[in-house]
Structure formats: structure tokens, C-alpha cells
């Protein structure tokens, strides 16, 4: 099936930038989407958006007051998410997952099912 590497997490002051990016292999893409979820210390897993890959549409959570872009790169086979103006509160192991439409573009975890291992983000204050 197939695999995906998350890469691109750091330490970062706040008001900081960090791109992350995802890097699919084994797999095509097709109808299916790639979301970001990330998992903050001591709490749950949330969604952040997602994209479809056969047409580059997006599906952001709310609450990211347009802060965070996800787009893709066909060449590379890659899903990157743009984080701008990072606060503390975004501290959080991200990770990508590719999921079936239709629940996966709104974020349902169980319709994922492929995941990477996570990258670390830190924002310090």
C-alpha cells in the first residue's frame, strides 16, 4: 500500500513560518484525498484540511483563520502544508493520511487508511 514520510517539522519562534510536506510512494493518487491532521500534547487527533488530488481542491477545519494553505505538487508526488504566522498553540505532532471520499474530505479519521509516522512542530513563545 502506500507510504507516506512527512518531513519539514521544527522548532520555530511565534510569527513563524514552516512548511511541511508529504511524500507518497507505492500508491497513485486518483480519486482519493490527502489530509493534514495534527495531535497537540495531551489531546486528540484533529483535522486540518485536505485536498483532492485529482483537481486540487481544498476543504479547510475551521479555526485556522487562513494562517495554513495545503497544495500539491504532481511532479513530486508530494501534499505540502504552509503554516504562517505560528502561534504556541499549534505545538502538535502533524501528520498526513490519505482518505476515501467522501468522509475523508471532511476529516473522518476512520475513512483514512494510510497514515505517515508524524513530524514534529514546536512553536515557542
Known amino acids: 500500500q502506500v507510504q507516506l514520510e512527512e518531513s519539514g517539522g521544527g522548532l520555530v519562534q511565534a510569527g513563524g513560518a514552516l512548511r511541511l510536506s508529504c511524500v507518497a510512494s507505492?500508491?497513485?493518487?486518483?480519486?482519493?484525498?490527502l489530509g493534514w491532521f495534527r495531535q497537540p500534547p495531551g489531546k486528540e487527533r484533529e483535522f486540518l484540511g485536505a485536498?483532492?488530488?485529482?483537481?486540487?481542491?481544498?476543504n479547510y477545519a475551521d479555526g485556522l483563520e487562513g494562517r495554513f494553505t495545503i497544495s500539491r505538487d504532481n511532479v513530486k508526488n508530494t501534499v505540502d502544508l504552509q503554516m504562517n504566522d505560528l502561534r504556541p498553540e499549534d505545538t502538535a505532532i502533524y501528520y498526513c493520511?490519505?482518505?476515501?471520499?467522501?468522509?475523508?474530505?471532511?476529516?473522518?479519521?476512520?475513512?483514512?487508511?494510510?497514515w505517515g509516522q508524524g513530524t514534529q512542530v514546536t512553536v515557542s513563545s
Open positions: 493520511a490519505r482518505g476515501k471520499i467522501p468522509a475523508a474530505w471532511i476529516g473522518t479519521a476512520s475513512s483514512y487508511d494510510s
Open positions: 507505492g500508491d497513485t493518487f486518483r480519486t482519493f484525498v
Open positions: 485536498i483532492a488530488w485529482h483537481n486540487g481542491n481544498t
